[in-house]
């Protein structure tokens, strides 16, 4: 079973895709159903009980193979080629059974009997790996990297798994002289360095990657991120610097460089990095809405410099982007600037009208300004995605209320109760807009029922 991870990452203050191992891809090795064993001369008996246990295998009737594979040993007669064959078989059968060491002792068997076969010791890696006994893995693996260098980065891996630090990275190094640099064992290298906290050891190795590729954005990336979080803030920023002057056109570096800007106040320069990353295609849109969020961070503790948000938001004005229309809308809220976030909330619902949350904060912002025909729109279209939310049915009765749309306010509301559970205030709303609606259509009967149903409802918020 060989062991591989795809993996890209990178890292920026703040911005990190934290590399994940996929470490277990098993490799086929054989068809279970067409057996490459040469069954030799062999008795009728076995032949048909063998193949039968074939069979029930092909049906996940692992129970019935064994009894089929034991019928096929006896008819063996202690002939040590075909015995093999139904050790080997018993093997595979006891591992979907999960009966670990009566498989392993199988596997064993054929080992000691034909050597080291290598659809048995892939088995009984596979088995290995399954009880995650990585110490009984090594000396396997050591084996099956005589038939495939592949099996090497197991190596490493299993290395790394059981602690043994050092040779996990002689492996790697190994490895990379062999075939060069690859995502995964760097990524495992990454692991390794965090384990032991020995960053000064992966600061030298990515030291010496730079110096030898002075346009890897990648491993100057890294090694910014690493001085960071060590605190040499100045000797990552020098870093990012002189990226920047090995590879002019890197869009990745200012991911970096807004960061150091915006913490020496420099704005100018903060801006100016922040609209690269903007329309950078090769960055993806989660790590531009972290540099938003830095920004309108930095703003908040450095309000002098809320004109410059304007300049922003002028980067994103060409994009139909929900996700920064709600963030600068959330910012603008904070600030007590509703308006200003009504108008970000709205841009960003037109892009995104399954957000439930952006849709409450538009239709409740709506209602404040008294914007009650956009209000009954955006709440009669939310209710088609969302149509046992009660929220929605309340601000659709309040909105058809202010326009005079009474039979559909009524409508609304008392449909919008069936759904309303447990929420005394929300429940009180209801009322005593029912008993609104029920008084402008002239019923004051039912006007007075629900204003006094309203009266005692307790809210125990």
């Known amino acids: 079973m060989k062991q591989y991870g795809n993996i890209w990452y990178f890292f920026l203050f703040g911005i990190i895709l934290v590399p994940q191992f996929l470490f277990a891809q098993v490799i086929p090795t054989e068809t279970d159903e067409q057996p490459t064993d040469d069954l030799g001369n062999v008795s ?64 064993n068997k054929v080992l000691r009997s034909e050597g080291d076969r290598l659809d048995v010791l892939e088995a009984l890696y596979d088995l290995y790996y399954l009880e995650q006994d990585y110490q009984a893995a090594i000396p396997l693996v050591q084996k099956l990297t005589v038939y495939d260098d592949d099996y090497k980065e197991d190596l490493a891996n299993l290395y790394a798994r059981t602690k043994q630090y050092n040779k996990a990275l002689m492996v790697l190094d190994e490895l990379d002289d062999t075939w060069g640099e690859s995502d995964y064992r760097d990524a495992l290298r990454s692991q390794i360095y965090r384990e032991t906290g020995d960053t000064s050891g992966q600061i030298e190795k990515l030291e010496e990657k730079v110096i ?73 849109n989660e790590s531009k809405y972290r540099v938003l969020s830095d920004f309108l961070n930095f703003v908040n503790t450095n309000p002098q410099y809320e004109k410059d948000l304007d300049a922003v938001v002028a980067l994103f004005s060409s994009e139909n982007n929900a996700k920064v229309y709600e963030q600068l809308g959330g910012y603008y809220f904070s600030k007590e600037m509703r308006e200003t976030a009504l108008k970000f909330y709205e841009k960003g619902v037109q892009g995104d009208p399954d ?56 409508e609304k509301l008392e449909t919008g109760l069936d759904y309303l559970l447990d929420d005394p205030k929300m429940e009180k709303d209801y009322y005593e807009q029912l008993s609104i609606a029920y008084s402008q259509k002239g019923d004051q009967k039912k006007a007075d029922a629900f204003a006094t149903k309203a009266a005692q409802v307790k809210d125990t918020n």
């Open 44 to 107: 009728d008996a076995f032949q048909e009980n063998f193949f039968e246990a074939l069979k029930q295998k092909g049906i996940e009737n692992y129970e019935l193979a064994l009894e089929a594979l034991a019928k096929a040993e006896k008819a063996a007669q202690k002939d040590a080629q075909n015995e093999a064959v139904v050790y080997f078989e018993m093997g595979k059968n006891l591992t979907q059974l999960k009966r670990y060491d009566e498989a392993e002792a199988n596997f």
């Open 212 to 284: 030898a590729n002075t346009r890897n954005e990648k491993d100057y990336l890294n090694l910014i991120f690493l001085y960071s979080d060590q605190g040499n803030s100045q000797k990552a920023f020098e870093t990012a610097q002189e990226l920047l002057k090995n590879k002019p056109d890197s869009q990745l570096v200012h991911l970096a460089l807004y960061k150091f800007y915006l913490d020496k106040q420099q704005t100018t320069e903060a801006l100016n990095s922040m609209k690269i990353v903007f329309k950078a295609s090769e960055i993806d």
């Open 355 to 410: 957000n439930y949350n952006l849709l409450k904060n538009t239709l409740l912002l709506q209602i404040q300004f008294e914007k009650h025909n956009e209000a009954a729109t955006l709440s009669a279209d939310a209710l088609e995605i969302f149509p046992s939310q009660p929220l929605l049915y309340l601000v659709s009765g309040v909105s058809n209320i202010a326009l005079g749309n009474l039979d559909t306010a009524i």
